[in-house]
């Protein structure tokens, strides 16, 4: 680790637990960013939400989801 990385973490665990989980989400938000992806996800998202809305398909509930994935990818 760079010194100057290592200053950093020092000064950074001195802030109070507030704001430290402020300057996490923040360094999250930062990581995130390919908006293209993100915009496809929340129209594929709203997508799907309308189809159950609308009865068009049928919602799966989580366990059986994730029942279904195990099955497909096990390990």
Do not use: C, H, N
């Amino acid at each position: 680790m760079s010194t100057t990385l290592e200053s950093l973490q020092a000064e950074v665990l001195r802030l109070s637990p507030k704001d430290r989980a402020r300057l996490l989400d923040r360094l999250i938000a930062s990581l995130d960013a390919d908006s293209e992806g993100e915009a496809a996800w929340d129209a594929l998202a709203d997508k799907r939400e309308k189809e159950i809305e609308e009865r068009a398909t049928q919602a799966v509930p989580l366990d059986a989801a994730i029942g279904r994935l195990e099955a497909r990818f096990p390990g």
